[in-house]
């Protein structure tokens, strides 16, 4: 019985240390500027998420930094990318993977409203 206990102990750390080590998925802001909304759709749709970058700690994404995303499951997607002055853009076809870092630069940035 004493084995069973220490196995199972062994086990929920374990588990729990696989978990801390999986960091999700995460955006790396590479534009030239700061991010103030981001919103995904299954590639080709047009249905938009959650702005994602209310998740984050000011709610927004400055440059060079990172964002994990909240409830995003590995995938193809298309991004709506917004900026504080109104301005916003798209990227088709992402590839997001589990436990990944992508990352999005100016030249990634089509059909901009402004």
């Keep these: 019985m004493l084995r069973v206990l220490i196995g199972l102990a ?3 750390l374990m ?3 696989l ?8 955006l790396w802001n590479l534009t030239t ?3 103030s909304s981001f919103q995904l759709s299954p590639a080709g749709t047009d249905s ?4 994602q970058t209310l998740n984050d700690k000011d709610k927004e994404v400055d440059h060079d930094e990172r964002l994990r995303l909240v409830d995003i499951a590995p995938g193809r997607y298309d991004a709506k990318v917004g900026y504080a002055n109104g301005r916003s853009c798209l990227v088709r076809n992402l590839e ?9 630069a100016d ?3 089509k059909q901009c409203n402004r």
């Excluded at 997001?96 to 999005?104: D, E, G, P, R, T």
Aim: hydrophobic fraction near 50%.
């Design 10 to 12: 062994a086990v929920v």
């Design 15 to 17: 588990s729990g240390h």
């Design 19 to 26: 978990q801390a080590r999986e960091k999700g998925i995460r």
């Design 33 to 35: 500027a700061t991010i």
């Design 48 to 51: 938009w998420g959650p702005n």
């Design 96 to 104: 997001l993977k589990a436990n990944a870092v992508f990352s999005i």
């Design 107 to 109: 030249a990634d940035l």
